[in-house]
């Protein structure tokens, strides 16, 4: 009993921090800005639907083509600092096609030109004729390009670096051209064609030309998230308002409170005093969680609000469990001190079993899936993880101290 009130002064700090870092109004804590950050349907966007041109690609390579396309585009998307994009295959009729949501975008034309271009890089020598020859070096060779600066005139360049194989090669082909031009090409379009002036077996290269630094950061982005699989055609592009996501969220939140109401009055009408501490933990428990969310942050959706409500239905479950053991413990006759240490400890177990095989749920659904449904196992996690805290620590902290007056405990005894 001596550590209760250390204990407890812990307890109110986070709690308090909670509450002021999920209150609406809090914009920065100690300088680092927070904010709920908005889904596609909550706060708008752009939605694209690519069609596949799968025409040259083996039936059994199909499936292979389709999925490195959409790591692909996921990984240029994710370049511009586009928050939770959603990026799935789909169908159009019988075309196979790639759906893109990019919510909160503001340079749309951007994002589509980054995302329609092929990239497909390739090294080619001059055959002493008006035509270029291929080399066999590409874009599969580099193992990652950079925006450099020429030391000379300071404009921007962008720097290539090959792997091993690649490395090789272009010590082959620079042997064999010095004094000749290498054409790279993008596309089947030249950028660049400098003058081979010695060999070069570094496995290092630049790209220059008239570039402005914006162009030289897009192409890096480019190469480095890789060559689509199949060349791809915007067939549909649809901005999609926020009107709906504020109606959802208001209707969300409206659910959410009428939830919480219910919860408390069922937790005050069956356990009394008990009841009325599980709540309070569970509103510290609701500060704490969103606070978590502002200053992660996590990327809100309907389908993470969701979560977040179900979790609070599974943080109330496992006080639940406690005082059913409490009142079993107190119908033994044991005192009020043991029956509640009693009844934590021998609830630990059952609720630490339940919320673990959660949250081995959440972290396969996480790894394995992508855009609403990674939002819905992340916002679920997160409150079973403070859900323990509130549960456990929170609430056994709470009673402890009702306990220590006798009209607290008298009340706990009639739970």
Do not use: H
């Not at 990652?144 to 962008?158: C, G, L, R």
């Not at 200053?295 to 979790?311: D, E, N, Q, R, Y």
């Amino acid at each position: 009993m001596r550590r209760l009130p250390f204990g407890l002064l812990f307890i109110l700090l986070v709690i308090g921090l909670g509450f002021y870092v999920a209150w609406p109004t809090t914009a920065a804590v100690f300088g680092r800005p927070t904010g709920l950050v908005q889904g596609l349907d909550l706060q708008g966007g752009v939605r694209l639907v690519y069609e596949l041109d799968l025409s040259n690609t083996a039936n059994d390579n199909r499936n292979q083509a389709i999925e490195s396309t959409r790591r692909v585009i996921e990984r240029r998307v994710n370049a511009t600092g586009v928050t939770e994009p959603l990026i799935q295959p789909g169908r159009l009729g019988r075309s196979q096609t790639m759906i893109v949501e990019l919510p909160g975008i503001k340079d749309v034309q951007e994002a589509i030109d980054l995302i329609g271009k092929t990239a497909q890089l390739e090294f080619r020598e001059s055959d002493d004729g008006q035509s270029w020859r291929p080399t066999g070096l590409g874009g599969k060779m580099l193992s990652d390009a950079s925006v450099t600066f020429d030391p000379t005139t300071n404009k921007p360049q962008v720097g290539l670096k090959f792997n091993a194989d690649g490395a090789a090669l272009f010590g082959q082909i620079t042997t064999r051209n010095i004094g000749k031009p290498v054409a790279i090409f993008l596309d089947e379009e030249i950028i660049s064609a400098p003058t081979v002036q010695s060999i070069i077996d570094s496995g290092e290269a630049v790209i220059t030309g008239e570039f402005t630094i914006q162009e030289v950061r897009q192409l890096v982005t480019l190469l480095n998230a890789g060559a689509l699989e199949v060349p791809i055609k915007l067939v549909e592009q649809r901005a999609v308002g926020a009107t709906l996501g504020v109606e959802s969220v208001k209707k969300s939140l409206v659910a959410g409170l009428i939830g919480l109401v219910l919860v408390a009055v069922f937790m005050v009408l069956s356990y009394r005093l008990a009841g009325f501490v599980a709540v309070l933990s569970l509103l510290g428990y609701a500060a704490i969680t969103m606070s978590l969310f502002k200053l992660i942050p996590v990327t809100l959706t309907l389908a993470g609000i969701a979560g977040f409500i179900l979790s609070i239905g599974m943080a109330v479950d496992a006080n639940i469990l406690i005082f059913e053991r409490l009142r079993e413990e107190l119908r033994e006759k044991k005192s009020l001190k043991v029956a509640l240490e009693e009844s934590f400890r021998r609830a630990w177990p059952s609720v630490r079993d339940s919320n673990f095989a959660t949250l081995i749920t959440c972290g396969i659904l996480y790894f394995t899936t992508s855009g609403l449904v990674r939002g819905f196992a992340l916002t679920l996690a997160i409150g079973v993880i403070v859900s323990l805290f509130s549960s456990i620590t929170a609430s056994r902290a709470f009673l402890r101290l009702t306990a220590a007056s006798s009209f607290g405990a008298r009340q706990l005894e009639k739970v």
